[in-house]
């Protein structure tokens, strides 16, 4: 996933083996944790959260996808956003006559 729907992505993917997170499993763990037994704590973050699953239901990504369909994917999206027209924002100023 390279960008987010939040700031303006038209199309986001994962693939089974990716990895969605603001920080790594161990890091999480070790903030997160008062467990003395971090490797135990990291294996069920990762169970848990660190796989597209979450993302998948959460709605932050679009589907889930073989590395191996990657390519068609991309080429049927680029098609398909070829014709779209961006919408800005109306200006809230003007330049003012000086």
């Given at each position: 996933?390279?960008?987010?729907?939040?700031?303006?992505?038209?199309?986001?993917?994962?693939?089974?083996?990716?990895?969605?997170?603001?920080?790594?499993?161990?890091?999480?763990?070790?903030?997160?944790?008062?467990?003395?037994?971090?490797?135990?704590?990291?294996?069920?973050y990762?169970?848990?959260?660190?796989?597209?699953?979450?993302?998948?239901?959460?709605?932050?990504?679009?589907?889930?996808?073989?590395?191996?369909?990657?390519?068609?994917?991309?080429?049927?999206?680029?098609?398909?956003?070829?014709?779209k027209?961006?919408?800005?924002?109306?200006?809230?100023?003007?330049?003012?006559?000086?």
């Amino acid at each position: 996933m390279m960008s987010l729907k939040a700031i303006g992505g038209d199309t986001n993917y994962a693939w089974p083996s990716a990895e969605i997170a603001v920080m790594g499993a161990k890091g999480a763990v070790e903030i997160i944790s008062k467990s003395p037994n971090i490797e135990e704590e990291v294996k069920k973050y990762e169970e848990k959260f660190s796989n597209p699953l979450c993302a998948a239901e959460r709605g932050y990504i679009d589907a889930i996808v073989e590395p191996e369909s990657t390519r068609q994917i991309i080429i049927r999206d680029l098609e398909m956003l070829s014709t779209k027209k961006p919408s800005r924002p109306d200006r809230k100023h003007g330049n003012i006559q000086i």
